[in-house]
């Protein structure tokens, strides 16, 4: 068994029967009392994050977690459908799972589950793709004014914010964790 000192940020431990995910860990030493880890942890079943603070040296379960590169096929209802590259076995993915990273899907795109034994506890899409704008507003020459967004629906059907000088057809890179453009990309 591990102890609190081999816990970080990003480990998956199980936390009264439960597993969790450890969001925020920081180690704390007041003046005159005892060190202590002050952890932030998010429940991987239904998402509620906690507070928990641990004695410095105290028992915990790390889970063993295996990562796994799948290929995203389709949407089923509130699932993901994702197919195992090398034995093409396919696993059905509660779209929650994903987040808000979830609307960015798009068929053959790559993306990442975490399983604990044969169960899936953890899936997360790339963190940037690549995307069409498939309509938005006109943009005007000389409109380049900093920091002013309007609206563009992009392939994927997900409304985002980009600068008023994108046009329909423009191909924008987006980070998934925000939902923001991060640049225009030639193509």
């Known amino acids: 068994m591990a102890d609190t000192g081999d816990i970080g940020v990003g480990s998956i431990i199980r936390?009264?029967?439960e597993l969790v995910q450890i969001m925020e860990y920081q180690h704390r030493t007041p003046g005159n009392l005892r060190a202590f880890y002050q952890a932030k942890m998010r429940n991987l079943k239904n998402g509620k994050q906690t507070?928990?603070?641990f004695r410095s040296g105290e028992g915990v379960?790390?889970?063993?977690?295996e990562y796994k590169?799948?290929?995203y096929i389709y949407a089923e209802g509130d699932f993901a459908v994702v197919m195992d590259n090398e034995n093409y076995e396919q696993v059905h993915i509660p779209m929650v799972m994903f987040g808000n990273g979830g609307r960015?899907?798009?068929e053959g795109m790559e993306v990442k589950v975490s399983f604990e034994g044969e169960e899936a506890i953890i899936a997360e899409p790339p963190t940037f793709i690549e995307a069409q704008i498939t309509y938005t507003e006109p943009g005007l020459k000389g409109d380049t004014a900093t920091n002013t967004l309007k609206n563009a629906t992009i392939?994927?059907?997900t409304e985002i914010r980009v600068p008023l000088f994108f046009n329909e057809g423009d191909w924008?890179?987006?980070d998934t964790r925000t939902g923001d453009y991060v640049e225009r990309i030639k193509k």
């Open 15 to 17: 936390f009264n029967g």
């Open 51 to 53: 507070e928990n603070r």
């Open 69 to 71: 590169m799948m290929q």
């Open 104 to 106: 960015f899907l798009k």
């Open 155 to 157: 392939d994927t059907g």
């Open 172 to 174: 924008v890179k987006i």
């Open 61 to 65: 379960e790390i889970v063993r977690v």
